[in-house]
Every structure is written in C-alpha cells, then in structure tokens.
C-alpha cells in the first residue's frame, strides 16, 4: 500500500475542476486582422472551444473571420462606410502546459487552461476577393509550432499571446493583362504571433 511522503505537492487540478472544455470568444491582433491598402482595416472575430485531454494536454479549434470596415469614396462628398467579410478560417491544435507545478509553488494560477505552453497548429484560411461578394476562395493551410501563454483575469476574462513559426503552402500569382492570375503553390517558412483579448463564456 503506498502513501503520500510528506512535503510531497499536492496534484495540480483545474480551477474549475467541474468543467474539461473552455469556450471562448476574442479579437485582437491574429488571424483575420487586417491593416492598410487594398484591404482597410479588418478586425478578427474568433469563436473557439479547448477540452483537456489529460492533466496539462489540451486540444483546441479556433474559427475566425476577418471584419473588413471599408470606406468608397464614391463622389467627392460622399463616403459611405460599411462592413464585409474579407476572410474566414479555422485552427486545429494541440498544446501542453509546462511548469504547472513550478507555477503552483510560486502561487500563481495553475489549471487545464492557465500557463505557458507549447503547441502544435494547423490553420485553413479562406478569403472573399470581392470583399463584399459571396464567394470564398482557398487561401492557405499552415502547420505550426508554437509557444505561448493564456491567462485568466476576472470571472470571465481572457488573455492570450502566441509566437512561433510555421510552414504553409503559398500561392504564387501576378497581374497579368486579363486580370489577377494564379499560379502555382509553395512551402513557405512563416512566423506566428498574436495577441487575444476576449472572455470565456
């Protein structure tokens, strides 16, 4: 028969050990976010859910899509500003929290959502080339590795920072004199990084 020795930590648990699956909705600088010309400026809204695997292994989907707040200036006095969907998109993923029982000792909050972690990612992205048209054409899939962090503040706040890179398949095109051409696609080596306020739900 085994026993506890004493001074032994205690077993990390969540800190809402009821619940293995987090909801949660954000914006911020990620996936969908959009700045400058021809585009305007876009903001993200993401909708997504985590489900803890086992203790400190999470897996996560993130669907996304990008806001597009556009100006046309149409006469000289006359602006109309309105908002279109300019991309769309999900991420598949796997992350483990590291450090749990360091974070415990020290007193900060530990828990199946709550620390630093390491990630495996893959992204789709579609986008919309009228902007305000109906049809969405395939842009890219990213497969990335990841380091980041989420917190909690708040009953219902949310934080969350990610750095990484990744490899996606590209797609070469250029302007031609019938129009925007395609061509070919590429592994391209990219870097990851966003940031994401939003709150659990």
Excluded: C
């Amino acid at each position: 028969m085994h026993s506890a020795a004493i001074g032994q930590t205690a077993p990390l648990v969540a800190a809402d050990s009821s619940s293995r699956v987090l909801l949660k909705g954000s914006t911020g600088f990620a996936r969908g976010f959009t700045i400058g010309a021809p585009a305007g400026l876009a903001l993200p809204l993401i909708l997504g859910a985590e489900l803890q695997l086992a203790p400190h292994w999470t897996v996560y989907t993130d669907g996304f899509s990008g806001m597009l707040l556009k100006v046309n200036r149409q006469e000289e006095h006359d602006i109309t500003k309105y908002i279109n969907l300019y991309n769309v998109g999900a991420d598949f993923g796997i992350r483990h929290y590291y450090n749990q029982s360091k974070r415990q000792r020290r007193g900060l909050a530990t828990g199946a959502f709550v620390g630093n972690y390491l990630a495996l990612q893959s992204t789709s992205s579609w986008w919309n080339p009228r902007n305000a048209g109906r049809h969405l054409r395939y842009d890219f899939t990213t497969v990335a590795v990841l380091w980041g962090l989420q917190r909690r503040f708040g009953n219902h706040g949310l934080v969350e920072a990610y750095a990484g890179l990744g490899l996606s398949n590209d797609i070469r095109a250029r302007y031609t004199d019938t129009g925007y051409e395609l061509q070919r696609r590429f592994a391209t080596v990219k870097p990851e990084a966003g940031i994401k306020l939003g709150f659990v739900l």
